[in-house]
């Protein structure tokens, strides 16, 4: 079983960045593909980058292609998303999840990005 925790999210202005961390528990991390997801209010979660166990494959959804960067740190049992170009779009709630046999989530931070 693995536990996430996300830390990061902030307001921050249009055009700034912003960087996420998923830090996780359990000595299996590197097994496990990570990915982000983000939901805004009144809207279904959505994809946004996922990496690959040993961080060698990562993939970006087209809306955060280009800005977005997904990183990997398994020493450290951690994935962080760093954020460039914010958007008013971007504002959700981000969440990690850990993706094996099984999906385990973490509980979100909160990105508020303002005009």
């Known amino acids: 079983q693995v536990q996430l925790v996300e830390s990061g999210g902030r307001l921050v202005q249009a055009g700034g960045s912003l960087r996420l961390s998923c830090a996780a528990s359990g000595r299996t991390f590197s097994r496990y593909a990570i990915g982000w997801f983000r939901q805004a209010p009144g809207k279904e979660r959505e994809f946004v980058a996922a990496?690959?166990?040993?961080?060698?494959?990562?993939y970006d959804a087209d809306s955060v292609k280009g800005r977005f960067i997904i990183s990997r740190d398994n020493a450290k049992n951690t994935v962080s998303l760093q954020m460039n170009s914010l958007k008013p779009e971007d504002m959700a709630v981000y969440y990690c999840k850990a993706q094996r046999a099984y999906g385990y989530w973490g509980q979100g931070t909160q990105v508020t990005v303002s005009l």
């Open positions: 990496i690959s166990g040993s961080g060698g494959y990562t």
